[in-house]
């Protein structure tokens, strides 16, 4: 980054590394997925382990998922799909170079919005095989040996590389959380058994923009806490720092010197000769398009304009693929508004105080529909309609029947409500006296007496009228 020009402080580019999700690796038919407590370097065979006279063979599969990424990222794709051999020693990869792309990558020039709409340039999208897994039994500083599994060998990742548009920690972060939304949407990512990863070059004003790089970040928290901790050392030892690569340990929240940072000429690239160049067409990529889903920044205009709703609550409800499917899908029976409110903050509290997602919710659309038509309608009240939600995530059944069936009915009748709110109030003479004394608040004591002889299904803001025409 030395030389160039920056308008921030703070410089930041990511090179971040997500694995596809198919069946097989992406040059031999061994399976990605990994079994249940399977053996190290069982999953694997002569051509991910680079024995002489094997014959790698391109995953269609990979490149389409590929593909699908670059088209949703705005990038010019080239129409030859060309390996290289990137050279270098060491013990994760068993022929002594690694399958990658290096003169001519699958796509260029794309563009990825982070929430607060400021573009983040996508300088090119390749593809590679994955290393082996190195196992440092004692951590990697004090480790006297180390293990290497080959199981992950050749499954199929996309780097993604960044433009230096990054100017924080923060939007490092956002930018990780942007992209896992694209990768979703596109079903070409499994956030609970695949790996991403994250190289991050940094460098500050301060060292005149002397690039560090920090290899191997994984998760949106340890992406952030690995650059604010770089950017508060730079800043500390400016006069020290010398460009080189460095590593993020997580348990002491530090990063630590590797080696000198490599230029990608030391790596010896060659056109891999096992692998014939593949003809790009410009048939493939308009099916593709055709296949291609609506993303999230897509539909957080949609939800905007067409349903009417606050752009932080379409940004949120957008973020989950399946949260936002299911949000149209309720939207087309209930008030979007209302339906926007219980889905972002009612059911995600659900789901999240029983350590859920939305892919875990056992409950269909019908329930949901069921349950907020009766909030809509006034049939229930809000604190019933949130304890129904509540028992929804754990098993599903008919919020309609379930409120035949308890009780559980908003109390219509006038004359009962007013007997409780008389009974509340003749029982609290000190919150009557303090809401008599300006005591707004004391209302609300008075309040929540009624909605707990009534069991919560009297109107709270009906309570609340009753109350203060009786007091006054």
Not at 224 to 232: F, G, H, M, S, V
Not at 411 to 438: H, M, W, Y
Request: proline content about 4%; aromatic content about 6%; overall charge negative.
């Amino acid at each position: 980054m030395t030389g160039k020009k920056f308008t921030s402080d703070v410089v930041i580019g990511l090179e971040i590394h997500a694995e596809l999700d198919t069946d097989t690796k992406l040059f031999c038919g061994c399976s990605r997925k990994a079994e249940e407590d399977e053996e190290p370097n069982t999953r694997t065979c002569e051509v991910c382990l680079g024995h002489p006279g094997s014959k790698p063979v391109v995953n269609k599969k990979s490149v389409e998922f590929a593909l699908k990424l670059c088209l949703a990222l705005g990038c010019r794709i080239n129409l030859e799909l060309i390996f290289s051999r990137k050279s270098y020693f060491y013990p994760d990869m068993a022929k002594n170079y690694q399958i990658s792309q290096y003169e001519i990558p699958l796509g260029e020039k794309g563009e990825l919005a982070i929430s607060t709409g400021k573009p983040i340039g996508i300088t090119r999208v390749h593809m590679e095989e994955d290393p082996a897994a190195l196992i440092h039994p004692a951590g990697m500083r004090e480790s006297s040996y180390v293990l290497v599994d080959y199981n992950r060998s050749g499954d199929p990742l996309v780097e993604i590389v960044t433009e230096p548009d990054l100017a924080s920690a923060e939007e490092a972060r956002d930018f990780m959380k942007q992209l896992i939304s694209v990768l979703e949407y596109l079903e070409i990512f499994d956030i609970d058994t695949g790996i991403i990863k994250a190289d991050a070059n940094i460098s500050i004003k301060d060292t005149r923009y002397t690039r560090v790089e920090i290899k191997n970040i994984t998760g949106f928290k340890e992406i952030e806490r690995a650059l604010k901790y770089e950017i508060a050392r730079q800043k500390e030892f400016k006069d020290e720092i010398v460009q080189e690569t460095r590593a993020w340990d997580s348990e002491k929240a530090m990063t630590f010197s590797l080696r000198k940072k490599e230029v990608e000429e030391e790596y010896g690239y060659i056109i891999d000769p096992d692998l014939t160049i593949t003809e790009i067409t410009k048939d493939w990529i308009e099916s593709l398009k055709k296949d291609m889903p609506e993303l999230a920044q897509q539909k957080t205009e949609k939800f905007s304009k067409e349903y009417k709703l606050d752009v932080q609550d379409a940004q949120i409800l957008a973020a989950d693929r399946l949260l936002a499917e299911l949000f149209e899908k309720v939207a087309e029976e209930v008030d979007p508004v209302l339906a926007a409110r219980w889905l972002r903050r009612e059911l995600m509290r659900v789901l999240h105080y029983n350590n859920q997602e939305v892919r875990d919710l056992v409950a269909d659309e019908k329930h949901i529909i069921e349950l907020l038509k009766m909030v809509e309608e006034n049939e229930i009240t809000d604190a019933t309609a949130k304890e129904i939600l509540e028992k929804l995530v754990e098993n599903p059944f008919s919020p309609k029947q379930y409120v035949a069936k308890t009780g559980a009915r908003k109390i219509a009748d006038t004359k009962q409500l007013e007997r409780f709110c008389e009974e509340a109030i003749s029982e609290n003479p000190k919150a009557v006296e303090d809401f008599k004394a300006g005591e707004e608040k004391a209302i609300q004591f008075i309040v929540g007496q009624v909605m707990r002889k009534s069991k919560g299904q009297a109107d709270p803001k009906k309570v609340n009228e009753i109350i203060k025409e009786k007091i006054r």
